[in-house]
């Protein structure tokens, strides 16, 4: 199976309630949290602009369907339907990153780095806030 992980961001401008943990999706389904602990300083991250707009893009979008899921997902008493929804979701948020021009191993190696690197950080939610205007 392949291994495709979705991980979104959470500007500090974004709350998102009860969406507390950045969700990591695997195809298995299980759920893990993104590495959020910064590590050495390292050389300076060099991720085009094109690049960057496209993952700001994709997080909003992500975001977005994560937001519209964890509802219903609460909501449903059956396992399986759980299971069912969270797959959709997964296929959703998929489709999202790759609509907006990145893979899944792109998006999830810019949410890294966004984690890790201040500068990378901020130019990333300028392009957020620019989208949300």
């Known amino acids: ?16 309630a009860a ?9 298995a389904g299980p759920m893990a949290k993104a590495q959020t602990q910064p590590t050495a300083p390292s050389a300076p991250q060099t991720i085009p602009d094109d690049k960057l707009q496209a993952f700001a893009v994709a997080s909003l979008d992500v975001q977005q369907i994560a937001k ?3 509802e219903q997902v ?19 948020m998929i489709s999202a990153v790759q609509a ?6 792109e998006y999830n190696a810019i949410q890294q780095a966004y984690s890790q690197d201040k500068q990378l950080r901020a130019l990333v939610d300028n392009y957020i806030e620019q989208i949300q205007k």
């Open 68 to 70: 519209s899921y964890q």
């Open 19 to 27: 969406l507390g943990v950045a969700i990591a999706l695997i195809v």
């Open 100 to 105: 907006a021009g990145l893979q899944v191993a």
């Open 1 to 16: 199976m392949t291994d495709l992980r979705i991980t979104f961001l959470r500007p500090p401008f974004l709350v998102l």
């Open 74 to 92: 609460k909501a449903t008493e059956s396992t399986e339907k759980q299971e069912a929804l969270k797959q959709q979701r997964m296929e959703e």
